[in-house]
């Protein structure tokens, strides 16, 4: 079963400030290292089909096809109040052990090394039906 684990990051969250160019070089660098060390189980494990970290909401935009088919866009939007920082796909026996991850990612180091606690959304990936 393939889930997508989603870190869904708010501006603030409390006691802890997503905004991770605020954050001591040292706090800045423990969190990554955290996020490499965690990649490397889960593709050690054999569970890792991708992950990506994105960039701020500042540089996203919504596209839609116009009228002639050409992109129109919308954005940036750096007034979210949440947005999506990063994702893992993986490859998991199970919903719960999807939950174990994410539960794992969510505890990622934040300034002065004390656990997030970041959302992360869990949602399957789907299948299409058969063209046949």
Do not use: C
């Not at 889930?3 to 070089?25: C, E, H, I």
């Not at 940036?76 to 999506?84: D, N, V």
Request: proline content about 8%.
């Amino acid at each position: 079963m393939k889930f997508m684990l989603m870190m869904n990051t708010p501006a603030s969250s409390g006691a802890v400030d997503y905004k991770v160019n605020q954050w001591s070089p040292d706090d800045f660098k423990a969190h990554i290292a955290f996020m490499h060390q965690f990649n490397a189980e889960l593709a050690a494990a054999g569970e890792l089909v991708d992950a990506q970290g994105l960039t701020p909401p500042s540089e996203a935009r919504l596209v839609r096809a116009g009228t002639d088919g050409a992109p129109v866009t919308d954005g940036p939007f750096p007034e979210s109040k949440e947005f999506l920082a990063g994702f893992w796909i993986v490859q998991v026996a199970s919903a719960e052990r999807a939950y174990e991850l994410a539960a794992r990612a969510s505890a990622a180091p934040g300034p002065g090394g004390a656990p997030m606690n970041m959302a992360i959304e869990v949602r399957q990936v789907g299948e299409a039906p058969s063209t046949d």
